[in-house]
T-cell receptor
Framework: GQQVMQIPQYQHVQEGEDFTTYCNSS?????IQWYKQRPGGHPVFLIQ?????EVKKQKRLTFQFGEAKKNSSLHITATQTTDVGTYFC?????????FGAGTTVTVRA | NAGVTQTPKFRILKIGQSMTLQCTQD?????MYWYRQDPGMGLKLIYY???????DKGEVPNGYNVSRSTTEDFPLRLELAAPSQTSVYFC?????????????FGPGTRLTVL
């Protein structure tokens, strides 16, 4: 199956700063999904990227799919306390997902 | 709509005991999934189902069994619980036909085996 790796595993951010989390695959992905899990909660779908080089924005979140479709990134600008949680990328293979280990984000006020 | 519901929320088992984790969805989704989440390890697929009467193994099926007799329900059975099965278990569902086929997750069951 697909192997998806995420870095960093932990991200400690000062409120108001920007950060980026990265997702890498050893194989070409047909598409990639991103999920967010708040502490003590369950994963919630954020977005799906399909096209090579695709960029999508959701308010302060910018998602990008690499040209070779083997990597993806999530960039958050002006981090807020509401951004706390774990962000997962997942390679989609038809109806199944292979999740990365996630990036856990904490925010210093 | 309640979405995906799971029971129980928490459970402590002794080694060798058995239990069934319940999962129900009211969105008429064809696809259902069971994952386990260990700290720092992401979500690992245990079993999945593409419709009533059809199930298949995921990445980590050993020690678990599933059944899918109805569209709504997808219970996960643990036989002879072991400490290695201490984890948070999530059930999820998806339509299989939407543009993104995103998965909707239940609130999870936190299981401890002692």
């Amino acid at each position: 199956g697909q192997q998806v790796m995420q870095i960093p595993q932990y991200q400690h951010v000062q409120e108001g700063e920007d950060f980026t989390t990265y997702c890498n695959s050893s194989t070409t992905l047909s598409n990639i999904q991103w999920y967010k899990q708040r502490p003590g909660g369950h994963p919630v779908f954020l977005i799906q990227l399909v096209k090579s080089g695709e960029v999508k924005k959701q308010k302060r979140l910018t998602f990008q799919f690499g040209e070779a479709k083997k990597n993806s990134s999530l960039h958050i600008t002006a981090t807020q306390t509401t951004d706390v949680g774990t962000y997962f990328c997942a390679g989609r293979d038809d109806y199944k997902l292979s999740f990365g280990a996630g990036t856990t984000v904490t925010v210093r006020a | 709509n309640a979405g995906v519901t799971q029971t129980p929320k928490f459970r402590i088992l002794k080694i060798g005991q058995s239990m069934t984790l319940q999962c129900t969805q009211d969105m008429n989704h064809n696809y259902m999934y069971w994952y386990r989440q260990d700290p720092g390890m992401g979500l690992k697929l245990i079993y999945y189902s593409v419709g009533a009467g059809i199930t298949d193994k995921g990445e980590v099926p050993n020690g678990y069994n599933v059944s899918r007799s109805t569209t709504e329900d997808f219970p996960l059975r643990l036989e002879l619980a072991a400490p290695s099965q201490t984890s948070v278990y999530f059930c999820a569902s998806s339509t299989g036909t939407s543009r993104y086929n995103e998965q909707f997750f239940g609130p999870g069951t936190r299981l401890t085996v002692l």
